[in-house]
């Protein structure tokens, strides 16, 4: 009896033991199988409907891929992608901007781009296509990891008309710095009693490290030291900021905050609640499409983004990156698809531009006609020359919470600068500390 | 052969009924929890695919000596202080109104239960648009105490923000928790309301010396599931950060548990958290089964 169960044990394990073996044999690349695709991107009408058609034309072509193509609020996507990643259920493809993917890219989750598979030679022919720097946030020991869908940086919209009932000149009176987006604000805003009905410009909070941060920098501050090890230098600088933004909120000088409609929103819809707000390339497309009277009325343009008076250095608003990536836990074969299917979609940047004023970061597209084209591409460009991309980490989507809390304990509790600075620098060192 | 009772035999029917619930609740409840327990003594990054490191009891010690925590506890203490007792006090006065009605009483309970089956998220977005500066939250209050253009600043003001969260989870459960109460006082005997009536009791007194005592066990069990679902609100906080308000008023343990989970990537530290939630959880349930114990009526 004893000898039969032996046996059994020992044939049991015999038949289990393949599959504890590590290591597959290699199996050449299948790319004729049937595929399917799934990605996964953020809600934008007039980008899903040209994406849609470009993925009709790449399955059209290569009838064994299938896409399902799912978008998601443009907010809920961190968390959708954090959930679904760490139980190894994330999307073939997916687009972040550059400071949520970097942590998807650090950890290991990501398709290295290997240029073969997309009929390039080199890594060199695909980044001499873009722009110094944009490949910065998806380049990791030697690969690249993503292709940008979208190059964005915010400059100042102004709606004339609102100006013009003000007594001003929005062509001379623009604001040029912050202390005048300050003092116009003071002039544009209407209440009732406490209660803005119109405010003369307001910020685009949750991007704090794109909107906010350059304001520091331009003051001579930075968010975490060049050696990555210290967090907060130039406390002028944050204690300056910090104060500006208490006199901006409810128990300073009463003049907006992130509790009112989005600005942007409120602009292009011109019902006379801002006369000011800031904004990428992209917000034109929206405009036309949600109000085109006000587009095509004149009644606005758009200038650069507003400096200090006495600021250290010129440091325009901070470039938001787009990558689309390709999930590197899915197989090699699907990999390859995945990534032509990127590169094709993107190859087809004039669309892009054309149809959703999409900016890609390439050679190509700026010295285009189309580009130049597009009303006030130069002021965007002329900021561009003065930005760096937002700030990115494995640590940034953490830092930016960090930040909008310390940004809210100023504006909207009214806490004292110097109190507000401790405490974020504690949160954010803690966050480096962890690393 | 052996023999078996038809007491044993019932019993064995009754295990084989139990055991779907008691597999699941193996699976879904008891192996996460342990999970996250274990999960507590190692650096667990939710994104990272090395091994995690074991770090003993590090992580209980960061938990336990960092301010923002204990800023949660105190959140979630006046959350669920401000959430609890108007729950179990409104709810039980309003269960008498319905019940001593002699019309209207299944519209009431209609009206008043309506909200609980809103989700959070929908209710939530419609007391956004409510406190909103220029909404009717302002527009009301200041209508009642005639102080046109005030701003209360609803979602922007440390207190205020407190109170409009709390405001919004006791209009959405304080139907839920009337209906416990109109049928706890449903099963008090008419006999011994009759009794009080003949005994030339008021009104008043029927209430306090009859129908109270009577309504314990419910009143037990309405502050008990009111306290833990309160220790566990959520989604408004999570809601009302998303859409602008400040953090640290309504920080509660809950949303900084799903903060630290999916914002730093720290599951760790986020187990730590909700294993001392629990904690706290069990205890207080204990503490107040216990006080309740002590004095039971039975007429």
């Known amino acids: ?435 | 052969m052996k023999y078996t009772g038809i007491e044993k035999r019932k019993a064995r029917w009754g295990y084989v009924f139990v055991t779907p619930a008691v597999v699941l609740f193996l699976m879904f409840s008891l192996y996460p929890m342990l999970n996250a327990l274990y999960n507590t003594f190692f650096n667990m990054k939710l994104l990272s695919l090395k091994p995690p490191k074991f770090v003993g009891l590090a992580n209980y010690a960061y938990i336990l000596t960092s301010e923002a925590f204990w800023k949660s506890m105190k959140a979630t203490a006046i959350f669920t202080l401000g959430a609890f007792i108007p729950l179990t006090v409104f709810s039980l006065v309003l269960g008498l109104y319905i019940t001593t009605r002699n019309r209207g009483q299944k519209a009431l309970q209609l009206m008043l239960y309506t909200p609980a089956i809103l989700s959070s998220v929908v209710a939530a977005l419609i007391w956004m648009l409510i406190f909103d500066p220029r909404g009717l939250g302002n527009a009301f209050v200041n209508f009642l105490f005639q102080t046109p253009g005030i701003n209360h600043n609803w979602l922007t003001d440390h207190i205020m923000l407190q109170i409009s969260t709390i405001t919004i989870y006791v209009w959405k459960y304080i139907g839920y928790f009337t209906i416990i109460y109109v049928t706890g006082i449903a099963k008090i005997p008419q006999s011994t309301l009759e009794a009080a009536t003949i005994d030339g009791a008021s009104a008043m007194q029927t209430v306090m010396r009859v129908i109270m005592p009577l309504l314990k066990p419910t009143t037990m069990m309405v502050s008990i599931v009111a306290m833990l679902n309160s220790l566990k609100s959520f989604s408004t906080q999570y809601l009302f950060t998303q859409r602008g308000a400040p953090l640290e008023p309504v920080n509660v343990v809950t949303l900084n548990i799903y903060n630290t989970a999916m914002r730093d990537l720290n599951i760790s530290r986020a187990c730590v958290m909700s294993f001392l939630l629990f904690f706290m959880m069990m205890v207080l349930t204990l503490v107040r089964m216990k006080s309740s114990e002590r004095d039971v009526t039975v007429y």
């Open chain 1, 1 to 435: 009896m004893k000898k039969a169960m032996w046996i059994y044990l020992i044939v049991m394990m015999a038949l289990l033991m393949p599959l504890s073996a590590k290591g597959v044999p290699e199996v050449a690349l299948d790319l004729s199988a049937p595929v399917k695709l799934t990605i996964w991107t953020h809600e934008d009408a007039n980008r899903t409907k040209l994406e849609k058609q470009l993925i009709s034309e790449f399955t059209a072509k290569n009838p064994n891929v299938t896409v399902d193509y799912q978008t998601y609020p443009s907010g809920k996507m961190r968390e959708l992608l954090t959930v679904a990643f760490s139980a190894n259920q994330g999307p073939d493809i997916f687009n972040q901007s550059q400071s949520v993917i970097r942590q998807f890219v650090v950890e290991g989750r990501t398709s290295a781009l290997n240029p073969a598979w997309i009929g390039e030679k080199s890594l060199k022919a695909i980044t001499d296509r873009y722009l110094p720097g944009a490949l910065e946030a998806v380049e990791f020991e030697g690969g690249v990891y993503g292709m940008p869908l979208e190059y964005t940086n915010l400059s100042l919209f102004v709606n004339k008309q609102i100006f013009r009932e003000a007594g001003l000149d929005a062509e001379k009176d623009y604001p040029k710095t912050w202390e005048d987006v300050m003092a116009l604000s003071e002039k544009l805003v209407l209440r009732n009693g406490e209660i803005i009905t119109r405010r003369g410009f307001d910020f685009r909070y949750p991007s704090y490290t794109m909107q906010f941060l350059p304001m520091v920098e331009q003051l001579g501050g930075q968010l975490i030291s060049d050696d990555g090890k210290k967090a907060i230098i130039g406390d002028e600088a944050w204690l300056k900021f910090f104060e500006y933004m208490r006199q901006w909120g409810p128990k300073g000088k009463n003049l907006g905050g992130p509790t009112y409609v989005a600005p942007r929103t409120a602009f292009d819809l011109n019902k006379n609640e801002i006369a000011m707000s800031e904004s990428g390339i992209y917000q034109m497309a929206r405009m036309k499409s949600v109000n085109p009277t006000f587009y095509n009325s004149g009644d606005w343009m758009v200038v650069p983004y507003p400096q200090w008076a006495d600021a250290k250095q010129e440091v325009a608003g901070a470039i938001a990156c787009h990558y689309y990536l390709v999930n590197g836990q899915i197989p090699e074969a699907k990999q390859v698809w995945a990534w032509r299917l990127v590169d094709f979609m993107l190859s087809h940047s004039e669309d892009y531009l054309t149809q959703v004023n999409l900016v890609q970061p390439t050679y190509k597209l700026f010295a285009s006609e189309t580009f130049k084209a597009i009303p006030y591409s130069a002021v965007f460009v002329h900021d561009m020359e003065r930005a760096e991309l937002v700030y990115y980490d494995d640590i940034s989507s953490a830092v930016n919470d960090k930040f909008k809390a310390a940004v809210e304990a100023a504006m909207l509790q009214g806490e004292d600068p110097a109190k507000v600075l401790v405490s974020f620098r504690k949160a954010v060192q803690d966050l480096i500390d962890q690393r």
